[in-house]
């Protein structure tokens, strides 16, 4: 199975954005989905994640309220609705699945053996 984000973009401070992951060759059924992201000079983090059939969704702190993250297993898809949009967002954003995890998301990276390539997300303040 393999990864693709997409949606990323340049934006103003307050705006929103919605990232896109596809998974192909595979399903998404029995595999928890994440966000994670990394800005330049940091570790990669945590940002959502959604369980196996939706059951289990947590957010980072810094995120909880103004992002939302979603997945459609019947189109192999997961979302990730950015709104209220911060300077301190700007990071690239990769999708992740983890096929062990099922319904309860790990913050940890090491968690996750499915990954995207990362798509890049810039907010000017």
């Known amino acids: 199975v393999q990864l693709q984000a997409s949606g990323g973009g340049l934006v103003q401070a307050g705006d929103s954005l919605r990232l896109s992951c596809v998974a192909s060759?595979?399903?998404?059924?029995?595999?928890?989905m994440a966000w994670f992201r990394q800005a330049p000079g940091k570790e990669r983090e945590f940002v959502a994640g959604n369980s196996w059939r939706g059951g289990n969704i947590i957010y980072s702190d810094f995120v909880r309220g103004r992002f939302t993250i979603s997945r459609d297993d019947a189109k192999n898809m997961v979302y990730l609705q950015m709104n209220s949009l911060k300077a301190e967002d700007t990071a690239v954003y990769y999708c992740?699945?983890?096929?062990?995890?099922?319904?309860?998301?790990?913050?940890?990276?090491?968690?996750?053996?499915?990954w995207g390539q990362g798509t890049q997300v810039t907010v000017s303040s």
């Open positions: 060759g595979g399903t998404l059924g029995g595999t928890l």
């Open positions: 992740a699945g983890g096929r062990s995890l099922r319904y309860t998301p790990s913050q940890l990276p090491s968690a996750y053996d499915l």
